[in-house]
């Protein structure tokens, strides 16, 4: 029930135009001195961006977790295929609460070489689009995970409920969903606990006020011609708690070998 029309969106690249860094200069909220290198780029936008991507994410985590029911979320009743309650069970939650989020580090420019160097090599053997419109693309465009998030639950439910959520939001937009779990009776050999791996836009503040609760008011005024506008590719992960356990255990494991 999670899933969207991929194809719909394609091609899936970052809104800022980092491909074309030193061909253009739309890129007002970067310092000048880093407007010569586009990974720096990248993680200065990551980095004025964070606190923005945070704090939405836990806006839906908040009310996700404060709903005594369903039907005090307000979704609207031909989204929900199944209305069903949620546990009161105490073993259905993650640290005493409904969902869990946590964030991970910005990437590393020396750990996201590799992905640049991959998808360089795709838009070079003509698996990847080079442009869209006049925009050149380049292997950096393609990289959506700067910023990234975990939102773990016992209850597959609970996190087809924050979907549904992160849908109605007006600080995102769905970009790309992956569903890597597998069908009923399907065999995988994905070595990988599944999980489903969700990337958005993160949307300019739709009002004043949400603005001005923001960081991103240490980096100029509000502009309301701007409100919607495409900010950055993010990326959340939705896991099952016992399957989030094992994939940190095999991280540790890896980290020993």
């Known amino acids: 029930k999670i899933k969207t029309d991929n194809n719909a969106t394609k091609p899936h690249v970052q809104p800022l135009r980092l491909g074309m860094i030193g061909l253009d200069n739309n890129h007002s909220h970067v310092p000048r001195k880093e407007k010569f290198d586009c990974v720096l780029v990248a993680l200065n936008s990551s980095r004025v961006l964070l606190g923005y991507y945070k704090s939405s994410l836990e806006l839906i985590v908040k009310k996700l977790n404060k709903a005594s029911t369903i039907h005090d979320l307000h979704l609207p009743q031909s989204s929900l295929e199944d209305v069903l309650q949620f546990s009161s069970d105490s073993n259905s ?18 750990r996201v070489g590799a992905k640049i160097k991959e998808y360089q090599q795709d838009i070079e053997k003509g698996d990847k689009p080079a442009n869209i419109g006049d ?73 004043e006020e949400c ?13 309301p011609g701007r409100v919607g506008e495409e900010l950055t590719s993010c990326e959340v992960q939705l896991n099952l708690r016992d399957l989030h356990t094992i994939k940190e255990l095999q991280h540790i494991f890896s980290d020993v070998d």
């Open 93 to 110: 939650l993650v640290g005493g609460e409904r969902v869990a989020l946590t964030f991970g580090p910005i990437r590393k420019a020396h």
């Open 135 to 207: 925009r050149t693309l380049r292997g950096i465009d393609y990289v959506l995970d700067w910023l990234r998030s975990i939102v773990i639950s016992e209850d597959p439910y609970v996190l087809y409920i924050f979907y549904l959520l992160l849908q109605r939001s007006p600080h995102f937009k769905i970009q790309r969903v992956k569903n890597k779990f597998p069908k009923q009776g399907e065999v995988t050999s994905e070595k990988n606990p599944a999980n489903i791996l969700i990337n958005l836009l993160l949307l300019y503040p739709p009002t």
């Open 211 to 223: 603005f001005k609760e923001t960081n991103l008011c240490l980096f100029g005024k509000f502009e």
